[in-house]
């Protein structure tokens, strides 16, 4: 079970790590947890804890730590955003959300996306809040460009883990010198020279680090040649697993000269709308155990409405059969485990 022990900001003091290469931690990792419109309803009117089935409680559990993409803000401020003409959807979880996160023993989460700013600046800095309350730290968004580019650094199993995340859209919710908002990179352009940099940094003062990155379009079924050539780039810089998210399905995975590249993980809790085809109502928790063999383990995930539960049947069949197919294509094997466990190898 984890150590709820977080650092705060990548440049605070605290405990000496322990040796690198002396522990193995098993972290996980989950794709878009949105908490507002119908979950919003839900968290509000029974115990935020029963968005998750128990069986989902019970895995994240297991894990030293879990980390996600938090899709919303959560406060009961603020009014939709006008920055982004035309913007569709808006998402605002209550203050229950954060209780919804803690049920599942969330170590850190990235608001480094293109909800973070729906409901403007004061309900994104009342997350920070809501979330700096809980002790939940968060990565990918300040008050400013310079925290909102800054990883965290948070303990599991004994192991000092850092994460820094960013998002290639929208840029109109990007941070400024002086304005609060979220870590933007223009990935398309070329990898930010801040991102590799604050990497390095983290690597560091870390045993382990996480990049969690929210990027390309959604319903997408596989990784386009930009987010490939970014994923290596950023191992390159020292990460040790690249988390993706945003296209809402969950992609092939790839792998890294340190570990495995999540170019997306799918989503973990929502309310949407499924297409029949793609199956955006099926998603992976990885669970990454760095140093050990498997190193990399994926529990496929249902969907229902405003309620996530592990797969079964045919829909842990159609997740294997996925995940067959968009693995073989970035060089690596995926052996069934169990109905709904798969564990992935490198090439």
């Known amino acids: 079970m984890r150590d709820r022990v977080a650092w705060g900001p990548a440049r605070s003091k605290g405990p000496d790590p322990p040796p690198r290469g002396s522990v193995s931690p098993s972290i996980g990792l989950l794709g878009d947890v949105m908490l507002g419109r119908g979950v919003a309803k839900e968290l509000a009117s ?36 006008e920055r982004i003409p035309g913007k569709p959807f808006f998402f605002r979880g209550p203050p229950q959300a954060v209780d919804a996160l803690l049920a599942i023993g969330t170590t850190a989460v990235s608001l480094a ?8 600046p004061d309900a994104l800095e009342e997350t920070l809040s809501h979330l700096r309350t809980a002790g939940i730290p968060a990565a990918g968004a300040g008050p400013d460009i310079g925290s909102a580019r800054r990883g965290v650094v948070v303990e599991a199993g004994g192991a000092r883990v850092g994460v820094v995340a960013a998002s290639d859209h929208p840029v109109e919710f990007a941070a400024d010198a002086d304005r609060l908002g979220i870590a933007h990179a223009d990935f398309r352009s070329g990898t930010p020279a801040w991102l590799p940099k604050e990497i390095a940094g ?3 003062m870390c045993d382990l680090v996480v990049a969690v990155i929210h990027w390309g379009p959604n319903m997408t079924r596989r990784p386009a040649p930009w987010q490939l050539r970014v994923a290596t780039e950023l191992v390159d810089a020292g990460a040790n697993v690249v988390a993706g998210h945003s296209a809402h399905v969950f992609h092939g995975i790839g792998w890294g000269e340190r570990g495995p590249l999540l170019y997306d993980l799918g989503d973990a809790l929502d309310d949407y ?3 029949a085809e793609l199956r955006n109502d099926l998603g992976v928790m990885a669970i990454w155990r760095p140093r050990s063999d498997p190193e990399l383990e994926l529990v496929g995930l249902r969907l229902d409405y405003c309620f996530t539960r592990l797969a079964e049947g045919v829909d842990a069949d159609w997740i294997a059969q996925r995940l067959d197919r968009a693995c073989s294509e970035l060089g690596t094997s995926v052996e069934r485990a169990a109905e709904q466990r798969f564990l992935v190898h490198a090439s």
């Not at 029974?46 to 919303?72: F, M, Q, Y």
């Not at 803000?73 to 955003?81: A, D, F, I, L, M």
């Not at 996306?113 to 403007?120: E, P, Q, R, V």
């Open 273 to 275: 709308a499924v297409d």
């Open 113 to 120: 996306n293109n909800h973070a700013l729906d409901y403007g």
């Open 46 to 81: 029974g115990d935020p804890a029963d968005v998750w089935a128990p069986e989902v409680r019970e895995l994240a559990g297991s894990c030293d730590a879990v980390i996600c993409n938090l899709e919303c803000c959560v406060s009961e401020r603020g009014s939709p955003t």
């Open 202 to 204: 983290l690597r560091e």
